[in-house]
């Protein structure tokens, strides 16, 4: 059976690029009216939005400033969202012993504190019965050397806000769910990825062969999204190929 979203509204955060643009194309194309969001780039949020078609409008906002996320709660003010993706977030380097505080915060303010912070300014905004589906990462479940200690813990923090909005919200029947992925070739990624033997790496570790793609990510958040999941509430479906179990 073909999910239909028709007629719903669907506000997806950092959609103008990678996994937010894919998500965003996947609810259009299932009926949904999409909110594209973005922070600097107008340009390839226009372009995006020429993919998803009519149904869409653009909203900005830089999700690390809470006085941003104000406003653009109060410019949504007068929609009913069926949907919310946090899907906006930053991937930085943040070695332990070389890392300065601005770009700690960054890291931190946008992965952590801006998740929290939209998703409690739009609950007045949210539709009882709505979904909540937050873009997490297997590496939040994960360790590594490689120095992205403040990328990992933010994404568990995603986790335990899944888990816990899950319980709180569930008095209104809103579903809060999350996808986690593993290495997801986008733009962002493409610079680490250029690394012939970085590539030969990752794809030597993953039990498929291959590397995710931001669509295998939409589509598992498509699920989250609809009637099918309908008893699925509090939980971080991973969505890594078994690069990570």
């Known amino acids: 059976?073909?999910?239909?979203?028709?007629?719903?509204?669907?506000?997806?955060?950092?959609?103008?690029?990678?996994?937010?643009?894919?998500?965003?194309?996947?609810?259009?194309?299932?009926?949904?009216?999409?909110?594209?969001?973005?922070?600097?780039?107008?340009?390839?949020?226009?372009?995006?939005?020429a993919e998803i078609g009519s149904n869409c409008s653009l909203v900005q906002a830089d999700l690390s400033s809470t006085s941003d996320i104000d406003r653009l709660a109060e410019q949504l003010s007068e929609i009913k969202l069926d949907i919310l993706v946090n899907n906006a977030g930053l991937w930085r380097s943040t070695p332990l012993g070389s890392t300065s505080l601005d770009v700690a915060e960054e890291v931190l303010s946008t992965n952590v504190l801006g998740v929290f912070w939209l998703t409690q300014a739009l609950l007045p905004s949210l539709r009882d019965g709505a979904r909540i589906v937050n873009v997490s990462s297997v590496a939040g479940r994960t360790a590594s050397a490689e120095g992205r200690?403040?990328?990992?813990?933010?994404?568990?923090?995603?986790?335990?806000?899944?888990?816990?909005?899950?319980?709180?919200?569930?008095?209104?029947?809103?579903?809060?769910?999350?996808?986690?992925?593993?290495m997801v070739e986008t733009d962002m990624t493409e610079d680490y990825l250029s690394s012939p033997d970085v590539r030969a790496r990752l794809e030597?570790?993953?039990?498929?062969?291959?590397?995710?793609?931001?669509?295998?990510?939409?589509?598992?958040?498509?699920?989250?999204?609809?009637?099918?999941?309908?008893?699925?509430?509090?939980?971080?479906?991973?969505?890594?190929?078994?690069f990570v179990i």
């Open 204 to 242: 030597k570790r993953h039990p498929l062969g291959k590397l995710g793609s931001a669509d295998e990510v939409a589509d598992a958040v498509l699920f989250l999204c609809s009637e099918e999941s309908r008893f699925v509430t509090g939980q971080s479906l991973n969505v890594s190929g078994g």
């Open 149 to 182: 200690s403040l990328y990992r813990a933010s994404k568990a923090a995603v986790d335990a806000f899944t888990r816990n909005w899950a319980l709180e919200l569930a008095p209104r029947r809103i579903r809060v769910n999350a996808v986690a992925p593993g």
């Open 1 to 49: 059976m073909e999910t239909s979203l028709s007629g719903q509204v669907a506000l997806v955060t950092g959609s103008s690029r990678g996994i937010g643009k894919a998500v965003a194309i996947r609810l259009g194309a299932a009926g949904a009216n999409i909110v594209v969001h973005y922070n600097a780039n107008r340009a390839a949020a226009e372009r995006a939005a």
